[in-house]
């Protein structure tokens, strides 16, 4: 059992912010966490269970951890219990606090870069990221922090004897600990370069005078993370012009949305992509084109069903999203991101193939074979299990189509 709570509304505002980075949207089981989450009740220990969900990233497919809905919010509590007495450096823009939010804190990072790159006497800005950095930290550099706690420490050390790693990426109390632990190269930076750098989780820019600077700057970033069981990434960590941090981590991306769709299109811009997909209301022009865009870039597939949840309704819309669910890949990501969006939308499910809910059914991940058996009583078939018990309370209130709808709204 927890020992203390949070103080309300805090943690269930934050636990609402950690569901838009969750890979498997689950309606029935954020809603019983948010219940007591409200009321201040805790969160009782149940047994830890890790899914895989092959999850195709920018670059490249990375098999990613995933757990329940109540495992989330529980290490969202002890992480947030340990980090009650951490204090990030003004610098650090990424995940600094329980009331932390993603997007006044990314516009507040580009306005400081932009404002250190138009410096003339620090004319280079330093790159620095470290080597596969959610998944190389070590246990005992999180076990070892000032601020953990027995209680985080005995569910990190859980965790990563199942997950094989401590941190699982899209999870808040993750970037929460992610953020913290790198404080001694906090330090270290800003001894050498006070004021000059920025970080977002392990990005950091140091604006610098000159190429020897910028290499003792590396070296002493090099032996603090050492220390820590971590290196940099020599392929990332890079010196360059400072104005370059204006088209990249300081770009302002403006325009239209479907402006900045057409244009992302045209440079095949992912970024400008996802950005116009989740502000811009339903276009034709988007609805036409997207299908195609998700089918060469499937990363987009998030954001796609966030912005069909807006857009189905119209009738481009509704033909994307009947297109774009006969024709994804019959795979557990692809179910777990469309088969919410029929849930949500009820007369999407005739055109529900089989196959994307047999992907759902024979998923490891029970949340996402409640998913598919919602869908399969929608669409009144025999589901192939017997139901959890989730699903028998569910049925047993009726099967209401409107109870608990899956979040499709997302960061991802």
């Given amino acids: 059992m927890m020992e203390e709570t949070l103080p309300v509304p805090a943690l269930p505002a934050a636990f609402d912010g950690d569901l838009l980075t969750d890979y498997v949207p689950d309606a029935l089981g954020a809603a019983d966490v948010r219940h007591l989450l409200s009321i201040g009740r805790p969160l009782d220990d149940e047994p830890l269970h890790v899914g895989r969900l092959r999850v195709p990233l920018a ?10 809905c109540a495992a989330r919010a529980r290490m969202l509590h002890l992480a947030e219990q340990a980090l009650s007495v951490h204090v990030p450096r003004p610098e650090v823009f990424s995940y600094r606090s329980l009331s932390w939010q993603y997007r006044p804190a990314y516009q507040a990072r580009q306005r400081h870069l932009r404002a250190l790159a138009a410096r003339a006497d620090l004319p280079l800005v330093l790159a620095l990221d470290v080597h596969r950095f959610g998944r190389s930290v070590p246990l005992d550099a999180l076990t070892q922090a000032p601020w953990m706690t027995e209680g985080l420490a005995d569910a990190l050390t859980a965790l990563h004897a199942v997950a094989g790693r401590s941190l699982l990426p899209g999870h808040r109390w993750a970037n929460r600990l992610a953020t913290a632990v790198l404080a001694p190269l906090d330090d270290t930076v800003a001894a050498l370069a006070p004021g000059r750098w920025a970080r977002w989780g392990d990005d950091l820019h140091v604006f610098v005078r000159d190429q020897a600077e910028a290499d003792g700057i590396r070296a002493a970033a090099a032996n603090a993370l050492q220390r820590l069981g971590l290196r940099l990434s020599a392929e990332k960590s890079t010196v360059a012009p400072a104005a370059s941090v204006l088209a990249g981590s300081a770009r302002v991306i403006e325009g239209g ?27 034709d022009t988007v609805s036409r084109t997207l299908v195609n865009a998700v089918r060469d870039r499937p990363g987009l597939l998030p954001r796609a069903v966030h912005y069909l949840d807006r857009a189905v309704h119209s009738p481009l819309g509704q033909t994307a999203a009947k297109e774009l669910l006969g024709t994804s890949p019959p795979d557990a990501f692809a179910a777990a991101r469309l088969l919410p969006l029929a849930v949500r939308h009820p007369g999407l499910v005739p055109a529900v193939p089989d196959t994307l809910t047999a992907a759902g059914n024979r998923s490891a991940f029970l949340p996402l074979r409640e998913i598919a058996f919602r869908v399969d009583v929608l669409r009144g078939q025999q589901h192939a299990h017997s139901p ?5 309370r569910w049925l047993a209130q009726g099967a209401s189509r409107h109870s608990h709808l899956p979040q499709v709204t997302t960061l991802l």
Avoid: C, K, N
């Fill in 388 to 392: 959890t018990p989730r699903m028998r």
């Fill in 59 to 68: 670059r490249r497919v990375e098999v990613v951890p995933v757990i329940s």
């Fill in 257 to 283: 949305a479907e402006q900045i769709w057409q244009a992302g299109l045209a440079d095949s811009d992912v970024r400008a992509l996802r950005f116009a997909l989740s502000r811009t209301p339903p276009d």
